[in-house]
């Protein structure tokens, strides 16, 4: 894909238009995903919120701009799961075609839930698949349970993730153990999860404000639909506020290296990079910017840059990043290396064979069956060596045979 970094042109109007049309929805499941939109909801007007629980309760105390959902009432009496992610699940099933509504006519669709519980990791899967279905982007934002609630919570998050993947364009995985890298293990836990809200939210703010400001260079929904393409990828999301006194180098750290994330922009094949400040920002600070982030990124990633000017900043500026398809810091399992060596050796013996050309009389003494090394059933390596060296003694006695004048060899054969 080509690198697109160069000034649109579009006339203001035509942005307004183009950006006030897209359709965002934010969706929020369970209790951690509620309370985490319920953040950014009071300062974002073109955004439609919903909270979707199996807790009636929790419904009700949510703030104006988000309109509760409950389901499941059935199988759960509008108590919630009990931590049992099946309920859940089976909870969401009951209620597709509602949920389905939920997604109907949208342009965009953000999954928030904190996976751990029985609501969110049982329903998100489903809550994706209809959003995809709904011919939505999806973007999943996601929490890790803390490491002191146990493996089990862990485990079923995790099985979430990988349900809902698929369903999804792009996944943002964050685990609530990194707000031990800002503060201190005695912090209190309301403490801890209401900065790792914020921190989430601020970022998600900063990335719905980059799509419907019209800026001097303006990230539309094409945009973020470009870098969204795909399936499942990684993504980062990160917006900071900093002192525009500072260098560009700064700028980008600060802006990439989010603590609260398990892995970074390395790697990424998309990027959407917006910079909001007042009218001084120039061209070449943000050419300057998104140089450095083409340092970090895929050679041939996709680079997309907004400027929008805001006076309210003052001496700071906004930064929000979304790079999508990073490198996940779990290193492919070994197995997978040490494949091609069993294979180089199986490719090997083959081309021994195919190399010597002989008459079609020669194809009928062979049986090729036999000289190939069946990798999928010998896994040893012992087994492999075994049968190759067959192979390669069978092709040796082949040769010697072939070395032989052919008057003999018939000789030999009859
Ligand atoms: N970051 C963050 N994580 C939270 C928050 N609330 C809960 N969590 C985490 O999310 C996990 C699941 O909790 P909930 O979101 O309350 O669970 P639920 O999806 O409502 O599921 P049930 O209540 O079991 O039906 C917990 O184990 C915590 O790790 C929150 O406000 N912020
Ligand atoms: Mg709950």
């Known amino acids: 894909m080509a690198r697109k970094n160069t000034v649109k042109k579009k006339s203001p109007q035509k942005i307004e238009n183009s950006t006030s049309k897209t359709k965002i929805r934010v969706v929020g499941v369970g209790g951690g995903g509620a309370s985490i939109i319920s953040e950014i909801s009071s ?4 955004v439609d919120f919903v909270a979707a629980n199996t807790d009636k309760r929790s419904i009700k105390s949510l703030p104006k701009k988000v309109r509760g959902f409950a389901f499941g009432e059935k199988l759960t009496g509008g108590f919630g799961t009990g931590m049992d992610y099946e309920i859940g699940k089976n909870a969401a099933i009951e209620e597709k075609d509602r949920i389905q509504k939920i997604f109907q006519g949208q ?14 990791s049982g329903a998100v899967p489903i809550f994706a698949k209809e959003a995809k279905e709904a ?4 973007y999943g934002i996601f929490t890790l349970p803390f490491e002191f609630e146990g493996n089990r919570k862990m485990e079923i998050a995790k099985n979430a993730l990988e349900e809902t993947k698929s369903h999804l364009n792009a996944i943002t995985v964050l685990p609530n153990e990194n707000i031990f890298k800002i503060i201190d293990k005695d912090a209190p836990l309301k403490e801890a999860l209401s900065m790792i809200n914020n921190n ?4 998600l703010r900063g990335l719905i404000e980059a799509i419907y400001s019209p800026g001097l260079i303006n990230i539309d929904f094409a945009d973020f639909k470009t870098v969204l393409n795909g399936r499942g990828k990684l993504a980062y999301l990160n917006t900071v506020v900093i002192d525009s006194q500072k260098g560009i180098d700064d700028v980008i750290k600060e802006v990439t290296n989010n603590p609260f994330y398990p892995y970074g922009i390395k790697g990424a094949s998309g990027v959407l990079l917006n910079i909001t400040g007042s009218k001084n920002i120039g061209l070449k600070d943000v050419s300057q910017v998104s140089k450095n982030i083409f340092e970090l ?7 997309i840059f907004g400027i929008t000017h805001e006076e309210k900043h003052g001496d700071k500026i906004k930064v929000m990043i979304l790079a999508v398809g990073c490198e996940s810091e779990d290193k ?20 021994k064979v195919k190399k010597k050309k002989r008459p079609k009389a020669k194809k009928e003494e062979k049986k090729p069956q036999e000289s190939k090394v069946d990798v999928k059933v010998r896994r040893t390596a012992l087994d ?13 006695e082949e ?8 008057f003999l060899r018939r000789k030999d054969n009859s």
């Open 107 to 120: 342009d965009v669709c953000i999954l928030v839930s904190s996976l751990g519980g029985g609501t969110g």
């Open 200 to 203: 989430l939210s601020e970022s």
């Open 135 to 138: 011919g939505c982007i999806v």
């Open 332 to 351: 492919p399992p070994k197995q997978e290396k040490k494949k091609p060596l069993i294979k180089k050796r199986e490719v090997k013996v083959e081309k």
């Open 384 to 396: 492999v060596k075994k049968v190759t060296e067959d192979a390669e003694k069978e092709i040796l």
């Open 297 to 303: 990124v895929k050679k041939n990633a996709t680079i």
């Open 43 to 46: 300062t974002l007007a073109k």
């Open 399 to 406: 040769e010697k045979k072939w070395e032989t004048p052919a």
